[in-house]
């Protein structure tokens, strides 16, 4: 296919953006210069934190971000009328998130949060607009596994952005001596919060499975963490596994009225 000066100014750009974010994602989370962020899965310093666990989420968002940017330059990338359409949204959410990650290792968190805000929204229109990939994947069309591995990208990262969204809420926590009733009720509010939102958001991207899994992944650890780490928040923990089980039950539910995606 002949490629105009559109196609390789498209390449260009996705590359450069896309390019920086991954750097930056690598500076604030795999870098060998300093060590890696990692938290304890639950601490008194962040209620709700699954960071730890998070770095295991970030590798298939880091490669699978990877392989985006280098299919620009294969010829089936510029057969996709998704590709043409929407190309700028991929590359600005993995420049988004590598931004975040950045301040939030800095520890400006509030202008993280802000960067964060902006990326929900490029993530969640990307993924309503991205077509999804069926669970019988066959690999047929062109780009088809790199399409495939696209949405398991996105679908991951925007699972784990609405976990974000809410748990950097429970960040105020630590700066201020709440007390026991004030921190559980608002650690619990949030998980209310985090799982009406995961449910929301899973119907507007279009019941993908890598979108609840990535939010599913941290509820799961928070609540691990709460019932079972030494000075983890009990209360806290069992609401969490009581909002990982209605969401599960509402998958289940959603089988039966549509196709479950990737």
Not at 123 to 132: D, E, F, I, N, Y
Request: charged share 10%; proline share 3%; hydrophobic share 60%.
């Amino acid at each position: 296919m002949h490629l105009t000066s559109k196609d390789r100014s498209r390449q260009i750009i996705t590359t450069v953006i896309a390019g920086i974010g991954l750097v930056l994602l690598f500076i604030s989370r795999f870098s060998l210069v300093q060590p890696p962020k990692v938290e304890v899965v639950v601490t008194q310093e962040h209620l709700l934190g699954a960071t730890a666990v998070g770095t295991w989420l970030m590798l298939p968002i880091a490669l699978g971000a990877l392989a985006f940017t280098i299919w620009q330059w294969f010829p089936s990338a510029n057969t996709i009328d998704f590709q043409r359409k929407f190309w700028l949204f991929p590359a600005c959410a993995i420049f988004l998130f590598g931004l975040y990650e950045l301040f939030s290792t800095l520890y400006l968190n509030w202008l993280a949060y802000l960067i964060l805000l902006v990326q929900a929204v490029v993530v969640l229109v990307l993924l309503r607009a991205l077509p999804a990939s069926p669970l019988n994947f066959k690999g047929t069309g062109p780009g088809s596994l790199l399409t495939l591995v696209t949405n398991l990208t996105f679908g991951l990262l925007g699972g784990w952005t609405v976990y974000l969204l809410v748990a950097d809420l429970a960040r105020p926590l630590t700066n201020y001596s709440w007390n026991w009733f004030v921190r559980h009720l608002f650690g619990t509010l949030l998980l209310l919060v985090l799982g009406a939102l995961l449910i929301l958001g899973g119907r507007f991207v279009g019941e993908r499975l890598s979108f609840y899994f990535a939010g599913m992944w941290a509820l799961f650890f928070i609540c691990i963490g709460d019932l079972f780490v030494s000075g983890g928040a009990v209360f806290v923990g069992l609401v969490a596994l009581l909002v990982f089980c209605a969401v599960v039950v509402y998958i289940v539910t959603a089988t039966k009225r549509t196709k479950l995606k990737f």
